[in-house]
């Protein structure tokens, strides 16, 4: 268990906006950070964060929370595992007791399969720095590419030696699972057999982009015909190489920085470009770039440069990617190599500065490479050249935003010799197609949903004005539950004539008591139970701390609570009081006073209570033949008597019913 002084360390420390800024390119909004979602597939952001309350939220997945309940969504960490990842970001000593062997079985799957990766990174690493087939064999491979001994460092880079079980007997003899070895593919089990994947090859670990092993890439160092030269780790729970970019880790920062990413095809590529001093690069690791891929970009810039060598494989493979940069929204150019030269060898042969100016030189948009490329194939055969325009502008038909498209359309115009207006019937045409096949596809999925949505429209009109008012109320505890106001409150005095009459009168209470002794005045409890949840330890919260505190509350919730509250707070406007008219809830708003805000509120919701009650003793009166036995007088007159009381709660909030 780790102490509770080391986590209040960490979230004294901790700043939410440095923690997700390595994940998501946040920027400044008001008081507020804004991102795209780093849990959905979104084009315009809607990921919002706030320093001062130090909160998330996510209005596209719904998910929101404070630092921890980030680093737990997105790294898929334990709690343990996101305290000890920020103790570590921020140099806090962590203190914990020593975990029985009890915990440690009972550790889930996926974290026991990072716990496997993190220690075969640690082996592989030792083999290479510590042992002399390492060092003679390895490490002089690694020399030949030019990597210097803190590159090798920094990229964790290391040797499996070339023994059928020498990883897997060393693992084992730590006490680590063989089915997490398994399970991670490091070890390969046949029957009574268990011998090592990446046996006789050099190491590259594959980071998560907070840093976590997810798993291996390994080069065989001796011809075999039977061998693979590379090899990467299988699919896993823990990694999954179409969501994956290599090098992401290191490179964030500074792609942010930069507002641009290089995108290269190997490993060696990404090294000897960090290692030239280009750090904003990554790559697909030798696979076809997939949309996960570009959208973990994406988070960070909207820019991205693919870099290529000069062969037809590669250009081709350059062209397939494009049209799926351009689709996420995302600007793309394209550089080149001459012929016989990749990223690895162009960087190795030329200095820093000679690189950067090549590759400022030599990168075009999407709309010249595509055009180069393609007239090429296309030479003088017209019919060619009608496949390569019609090619053109069904990537320029990917681009989400009008005017890049026309824009591009001008560009394609001026390269290609052909009217614009050409261009703009086909682009038309294209667009059109792809429009119908969504809408049928929409149409399909709605019909089959339909019945469902019907009944469901009407359930949410029902509940939907309770459960907006109650979490109002949650919202006014967590804002100003500890503000001391002056409420109206209408009591019972006698007059000079000695009569007992009604008299409005200023009482000075906490918002927090206001509400309390209302809702126990009316015996209202909350139709929500997540929201009777978080108002049960809010009320405690408030009657107990001298200084409440939302940031703490929120760390004593589950994810759950957590998430709900955070939706609460991140919340335009509050709670977007300008569109409750059209919910017939009718708030003053809140500038007037908190008093009469809090008033409001706690009317609107007796009032719909109130609404709630008649409807329900209305229901036997509206089937008579069916509720024989039931006096109908007695309900109508009760009916009567919530109506008066409608009205008096109406006229309270100087509405006519």
């Known amino acids: 268990m780790i102490a509770k002084e080391t986590i209040d360390a960490v979230y004294d420390a901790a700043r939410l906006e440095e923690v997700i800024g390595d994940y998501v390119q946040l920027k400044k909004a008001g008081s507020n950070f804004k991102g795209l979602s780093p849990f959905s597939d979104e084009k315009s952001p809607s990921f919002m964060v706030s320093p001062v309350k130090q909160i998330w939220k996510d209005f596209s997945s719904g998910k929101g929370g404070n630092v921890i309940a980030f680093l737990m969504e997105h790294e898929h960490y334990s709690y343990p595992e996101a305290i000890k990842h920020l103790a570590k970001r921020y140099g806090i000593e962590i203190i914990e007791t020593e975990q029985s062997n009890e915990q440690k079985e009972q550790a889930n799957e996926r974290e026991s399969m990072y716990l496997v990766s993190d220690f075969a990174n640690t082996y592989f690493q030792g083999q290479l720095q510590n042992t002399e087939s390492g060092k003679a064999i390895a490490k002089t491979y690694f020399k030949e590419r030019g990597f210097t001994n803190e590159t090798i460092e ?214 010249s490479f595509k055009a180069d490329l393609l007239q090429k194939e296309a030479k003088n055969d017209p019919i060619k050249k009608a496949e390569l325009i019609r090619d053109i502008i069904n990537s320029i038909s990917k681009i989400p935003d009008t005017i890049k498209r026309e824009i591009y359309i001008q560009e394609c115009a001026s390269i290609m010799e052909i009217s614009e207006e050409v261009l703009f019937s086909n682009l038309a045409q294209i667009t059109k197609s792809s429009e119908k096949t969504s809408q049928k596809q929409q149409k399909q999925q709605t019909a089959k949903q339909l019945p469902n949505m019907e009944v469901q429209k009407t359930v949410n009109q029902k509940v939907n004005r309770l459960f907006e008012l109650e979490r109002a109320i949650i919202g006014v505890l967590l804002l100003y539950g500890q503000e001391e106001e002056l409420f109206s409150e209408f009591v019972y005095k006698e007059d000079e004539e000695g009569e007992q009459v009604i008299k409005e009168e200023q009482v000075a209470a906490k918002v927090y008591e206001k509400i309390y002794l209302d809702l126990q005045t009316d015996e209202i409890a909350f139709s929500n139970p997540n929201f009777q949840l978080i108002y049960n330890t809010l009320i405690e919260a408030l009657n107990t701390e001298n200084q409440f505190k939302v940031d703490q509350y929120i760390q004593q919730l589950n994810p759950e609570l957590s998430s709900e509250i955070t939706h609460i707070l991140m919340q335009d406007e509050k709670y977007a009081l300008s569109k409750w008219d059209s919910k017939e809830i009718y708030v003053k708003k809140k500038h007037l006073s908190i008093a009469q805000y809090v008033s409001d509120i706690i009317l609107n919701l007796r009032r719909q209570l109130v609404d709630l009650k008649i409807n329900s003793l209305m229901e036997p009166i509206k089937t008579p033949n069916e509720n024989k036995e039931i006096d109908i007088p007695e309900l109508l007159s009760e009916v009567m008597e919530y109506q008066f009381l409608k009205k008096v709660i109406s006229e309270k909030l100087n509405r006519v019913v």
């Open 154 to 367: 920094k990229f964790q880079l290391g040797y499996s030696p070339d023994i059928w079980d020498a990883f897997t007997n060393e693992a084992i003899s730590k006490s680590y699972q063989t089915k997490y070895l398994e399970s991670t593919g490091l070890t390969i089990v046949k029957e009574e057999k268990q011998f090592d994947r990446f046996k006789g090859r050099v190491m590259f670990p594959i980071h998560s982009m907070s840093g976590r092993v997810l798993g291996f890439g390994g080069r065989l160092l001796i011809d075999n015909k039977k061998a693979a030269k590379y090899l990467n780790s299988p699919e896993s729970d823990i990694y999954h190489k179409s969501k994956v970019l290599y090098g992401i880790y290191y490179a964030k920062q500074a792609i942010a920085k930069e507002d641009n990413c290089y995108l290269v095809e190997g490993y060696t590529d990404v090294i000897q470009f960090h290692q030239s001093g280009i750090t904003n690069t990554v790559s697909s690791s030798g696979t076809a770039l997939t949309a996960d891929q570009i959208r973990l970009v994406n988070r960070l810039t909207k820019n991205i440069t693919v870099l290529f060598d000069g062969d037809a494989a590669g250009l081709r493979a350059a062209i397939r990617g494009i049209d799926l940069i351009l689709e996420q929204g995302m600007n793309v150019r394209v550089c080149t190599f001459p012929l016989g030269e990749d990223p690895d060898s162009f960087a190795k042969k030329n200095s820093t500065e000679e690189l950067k100016e090549y590759l400022n030189t030599h990168q075009q948009d999407f709309i």
